[in-house]
């Protein structure tokens, strides 16, 4: 049984640029959220989706966007990069029962993104 | 707004010994979810336990065990008999049922002496 996995493991770009980061969540889970975790910081909430719409939003900019495919998977873009996106981007997949999914997250192994 | 805080930010133990990370939170919600993760160096956080806030008997997984006090506001995680493999960050994290987001500690480091 495939975990999440997250592609690719780790990237470099400049100030400016624009990223895409992949997630494919683990067999049987419909719900992916994204979260940023920074150098010695626990994860920070970004957004989540559920059936391809983005249901939940933390404290992120706009430059920060999603989709989610109808296979579960997901993307995040960020846009206009800048040093401070630097960190490692984790994806966690879960079952999305209703209007809020209760079920437990599971992680993959994340994305270092390092911008210089 | 929910917060979580692991006043450890470093834990040693001794192999095959016992001990005890530290979560408090701060919530107005009466139900919800209260979560450790573990995070080795290879990066992936892993569930280690999980706690519903509304079962007054506390979790156990193993080696790992909670100690629960929902008035104190308390999560705390117990590891027994710990092994080499049990280095690692540890991440309490709190989810209200109502919201999809987890909220996180900073995170204890535990190293494990042989």
């Known amino acids: 049984d495939a975990g999440v996995t997250q592609s690719p493991t780790h990237l470099i770009k400049t100030r400016g640029q624009q990223v895409t980061l992949r997630c494919s969540p683990k067999?049987?889970?419909?719900?992916v959220s994204w979260y940023q975790q920074a150098l010695g910081q626990g994860p920070q909430f970004i957004f989540q989706?559920?059936?391809?719409?983005?249901?939940q939003r933390g404290n992120f900019p706009d430059r920060f966007s999603g989709h989610q495919f109808p296979n579960y998977s997901s993307e995040l873009n960020v846009n206009a990069l800048w040093l401070g996106d630097s960190a490692l981007y984790l994806c966690?997949?879960?079952?999305?029962?209703?209007?809020?999914?209760?079920?437990?997250?599971?992680f993959g192994p994340g994305t270092r993104l390092t911008v210089l | 707004a929910q917060t979580v805080t692991q006043s450890q930010p470093e834990m040693s133990v001794q192999e095959a010994e016992t001990v005890t990370l530290s979560c408090t939170y701060d919530?107005?919600?009466?139900?919800?979810?209260l979560f450790w993760y573990k995070q080795p160096p290879s990066r992936q956080m892993i569930l280690v336990i999980r706690?519903?806030?509304?079962?007054?008997q506390n979790a156990t997984e193993n080696r790992f065990s909670v100690n629960f006090q929902k008035a104190a506001k308390s999560f705390s995680l117990k590891i027994s008999d710990s092994q080499l493999g049990d280095a690692a960050m540890y991440f309490c994290?709190?989810?209200?049922?109502?919201?999809?987001?987890?909220?996180f500690g900073a995170g204890t480091r535990l190293t494990v002496k042989p």
């Open positions: 966690a997949s879960s079952i999305g029962r209703g209007a809020s999914g209760t079920d437990t997250q599971y």
């Open positions: 067999s049987g889970h419909d719900t």
């Open positions: 989706y559920y059936e391809e719409e983005e249901r």
């Open positions: 919530t107005s919600e009466s139900d919800y979810y």
């Open positions: 706690q519903e806030a509304y079962k007054q």
């Open positions: 994290a709190y989810r209200s049922p109502n919201n999809n987001d987890m909220r």
